[in-house]
């Protein structure tokens, strides 16, 4: 799909689920079980996109994700592969206990596009719109959650693969989701996800921290 100006626009939504997380603990809980610093989105931080990942207690992937900031708003969206929906949400739940939080999955609620400007054309895309520069890479443009079901996309981007962006991937050397990253088996670092901006050196505990750092630091 070509999108006003020339750029280039991909539906992603066939292998992306989205989970609104809400409430006021959403940040101190989801930083005890990602690899980033989450507290970076919190208050005024101009930061709004966040690339991050989920170990097991051995320090092996499990899944890797994107943190929204939405400003006017007191929640966050993440952005995850389909296949590891389940898992994390299970994941969130556990770990949950008495955190003010609520989980729902609002995947039929969002659309998960690639843009490689950082506009969207207002007459293809009517809906409210939330463009966010790819973290991992600069030359990966851009990640854009569109408020309408993927359903109701226009009809060639339902038709159409994210061909583009998966050779734009490979190109620039940078998996993505649990088909592509071994879950249970791979180390952060043998895929580099440290160099993909999704892993803090500098935060607090996190579940898997301890072989992670190890290997970076020694």
């Known amino acids: 799909f070509t999108n006003a100006g020339a750029s280039v626009v991909e539906n992603l939504s066939g292998k992306r689920c989205v989970l609104h997380l809400q409430g006021v603990d959403r940040y101190s809980f989801l930083q005890g079980l990602v690899t980033n610093d989450v507290e970076q989105l ?3 931080a101009n930061r709004e996109c966040m ?3 989920m170990l097991n207690h051995k320090g092996r992937f499990m899944h890797d994700l994107f943190l929204y900031k939405l400003s006017e708003e007191s929640s966050l969206l993440i952005d995850l592969h389909k296949d590891s929906l389940k898992s994390v949400v299970k994941v969130l739940n556990r770990y949950k206990l008495r955190s ?3 989980i729902k999955d609002v995947s039929d609620e969002y659309s998960v596009l690639y843009s490689s400007t950082d506009t969207l054309d207002d007459d293809a895309f009517p809906s409210r719109k939330h463009i966010f520069k790819d973290p991992r890479h600069a030359s990966l443009g851009y990640r ?3 408020e309408v079901a993927p359903s109701e996309l ?6 159409d693969a994210p061909t583009y ?4 991937r490979y190109t620039l050397g940078i998996p993505e989701g649990d088909d592509e990253i071994p879950s249970g088996k791979a180390i952060p670092l043998e895929y580099n996800l440290d160099a993909l901006n999704g892993i803090s050196y500098t935060k607090g505990c996190y579940m898997g921290q301890e ?3 190890r290997t970076h630091f020694q």
């Open 211 to 213: 072989l992670t750092a």
């Open 154 to 159: 226009p009809s060639n981007l339902l038709e």
């Open 51 to 53: 690339y991050s990942l």
């Open 165 to 168: 962006h998966t050779r734009l």
């Open 42 to 44: 919190q208050g005024g």
């Open 100 to 102: 003010k939080i609520d």
């Open 144 to 146: 854009c959650l569109v």
